[in-house]
């Protein structure tokens, strides 16, 4: 199976609590629900509209992070997407949770880049992650994701954490699709194609 990741953002690359004030207040971040108001209907991208039928790789925790907190809901907005979600089996990667509530999900435990790589050579459509910055960063740096699915909505949070920090591993990207919703909302697909090189631009 390929691996997808698809994450939203916000112009200057926030991805922490885009759905509300109260999805995510940690680190005294407190400019949640900015895809509203002009984004209230969330755009799918061609990865999304299918997922029902596709395997789904939970990112409700992170390699060196601890579980979501107690109460706090999966990442999924509308009643397809929830029945979908609850009858495809789920990964989650946590140093700490032992006991998942949620219906067919599995802890991944030990080497995470190895479970990964084991996942994506089982039968099936695709593996998803939704979200979970700190997730995303160890699947790039480590090579495993396929598809990055970019969805970068128009405003300027100006505080929160950041998809990409200020030193990571560079990665090339392939664009293999693009587009823009009438609300202004960019769908970028990319394929990581490994590192990238470096030089001088020619003035002539």
């Given at each position: 199976?390929?691996?997808?990741?698809?994450?939203?953002?916000?112009?200057?690359?926030?991805?922490?609590?885009?759905?509300?004030?109260?999805?995510?207040?940690?680190?005294g971040?407190?400019?949640?629900?900015?895809?509203?108001?002009?984004?209230?209907?969330?755009?799918a991208?061609?990865?999304?509209?299918?997922?029902?039928?596709?395997?789904?790789?939970?990112?409700?925790?992170?390699?060196?992070?601890?579980?979501?907190?107690?109460?706090?809901?999966?990442?999924?907005?509308?009643?397809?997407?929830?029945?979908?979600?609850?009858?495809?089996?789920?990964?989650?990667?946590?140093?700490?949770?032992?006991?998942?509530?949620?219906?067919?999900?599995?802890?991944?435990?030990?080497?995470?880049?190895?479970?990964?790589?084991?996942?994506?050579?089982?039968?099936?459509?695709?593996?998803?992650?939704?979200?979970s910055?700190?997730?995303?960063?160890?699947?790039?740096?480590?090579?495993?994701?396929?598809?990055?699915?970019?969805?970068?909505?128009?405003?300027?949070?100006?505080?929160?954490?950041?998809?990409?920090?200020?030193?990571?591993?560079?990665?090339?990207?392939?664009?293999?699709?693009?587009?823009?919703?009438?609300?202004?909302?960019?769908?970028?697909?990319?394929?990581?194609?490994?590192?990238?090189?470096?030089?001088?631009?020619?003035?002539?």
């Amino acid at each position: 199976m390929q691996l997808a990741v698809t994450t939203f953002l916000s112009a200057d690359g926030i991805y922490q609590g885009p759905g509300g004030p109260d999805e995510d207040r940690s680190g005294g971040f407190d400019r949640g629900g900015w895809l509203v108001p002009n984004s209230t209907r969330r755009p799918a991208s061609s990865s999304t509209r299918s997922s029902a039928r596709w395997t789904r790789f939970s990112s409700a925790g992170a390699p060196t992070t601890s579980s979501p907190p107690p109460g706090r809901t999966p990442p999924i907005r509308t009643t397809r997407w929830r029945t979908a979600s609850t009858r495809c089996p789920k990964y989650v990667a946590s140093t700490t949770l032992k006991d998942p509530k949620w219906a067919n999900t599995t802890v991944l435990e030990g080497d995470l880049a190895s479970a990964v790589r084991e996942l994506k050579q089982r039968e099936g459509r695709e593996l998803q992650v939704h979200g979970s910055g700190t997730l995303v960063r160890f699947l790039l740096d480590d090579d495993l994701v396929d598809r990055l699915n970019l969805l970068v909505f128009p405003v300027i949070v100006g505080a929160g954490r950041r998809l990409f920090p200020d030193q990571g591993i560079a990665t090339d990207l392939a664009l293999d699709e693009s587009r823009t919703t009438p609300s202004g909302v960019t769908i970028s697909v990319y394929r990581p194609t490994g590192r990238p090189e470096f030089g001088s631009v020619e003035v002539t």
